[in-house]
């Protein structure tokens, strides 16, 4: 079964620094999600992006953060300058172009030191 | 904030039914209806959607009432292995975002 594919697992990144998270989504699939999850909180949507733009994104996604899909089959996550808050499950999701499930990855567990 | 209400929490014996009810209270004509499930802090893992009429597939059934207002997933066999966290989504379109509650903490018990 197709999968949805995130690196890395783990990052530990100091406060301030810029941490890029990588998805690589299902190759036929139209829109690209991220989403976070902070430790035993709700899953919060961040960003959906289809035809090489950002379709939305939410009030978390503000400046700092930044979305990439730089070649035919990586979608990137970038955080600017980190902040301790930022600590998070992140997970890429993609979805076909009829209606349907979304796919998830099994997350990048980011902590922020 | 989420549109669907869920109970905290459910348990089910192992071998038997699991059956989850949710409130969609807010529905919109256009908007379907979905679960997903998280087993402790993996990815969402998607499970079956519906519009109107009850739904099938490997995993579970869907049940929608007439008038839209609530669902309820079925696990016909639950196994230790369908322990998790629960979420009904009412969502418009393909691309759109999924809004996630607290969902349904289900725990099967041997």
């Known amino acids: 079964e197709p999968e949805v594919t995130q690196t890395p697992s783990h990052q530990v990144t100091q406060m301030g620094q810029e941490v890029i998270l990588r998805c690589v989504p299902i190759s036929n699939h139209l829109y690209f999600y991220w989403y976070r999850q902070i430790l035993e909180q709700k899953v919060e949507f961040l960003v959906s992006?289809?035809?090489?733009?950002?379709?939305?994104k939410s009030e978390i996604f503000d400046d700092q953060f930044s979305v990439e899909r730089p070649d035919g089959s990586n979608f990137t996550l970038k955080i600017r300058s980190t902040k301790l808050e930022d600590s998070a499950m992140y997970f890429c999701?993609?979805?076909?172009?009829?209606?349907?499930?979304?796919?998830f990855g099994s997350g990048t567990r980011l902590t922020v030191v | 904030d989420a549109k669907t209400t869920q109970p905290p929490s459910m348990d089910c014996a192992e071998g038997r039914a699991a059956n989850l009810p949710c409130n969609h209270s807010t529905i919109s004509g256009n908007e379907y209806v979905y679960w997903y499930r998280q087993i402790h802090s993996q990815g969402p893992q998607y499970i079956i959607h519906g519009l109107k009429n009850n739904e099938t597939n490997e995993m579970a059934s869907l049940i929608i009432t007439e008038d839209r207002k609530s669902s309820t997933l079925i696990l016909p066999h639950a196994t230790l292995r369908d322990t998790a966290v629960y979420y009904c989504?009412?969502?418009?379109?393909?691309?759109?975002?999924?809004?996630f509650g607290e969902g349904t903490q289900l725990t099967v018990n041997p």
């Open positions: 989504i009412d969502q418009e379109t393909s691309g759109s975002r999924l809004t």
């Open positions: 999701a993609s979805s076909p172009w009829t209606v349907g499930g979304y796919t």
């Open positions: 992006f289809y035809n090489n733009e950002i379709s939305e």
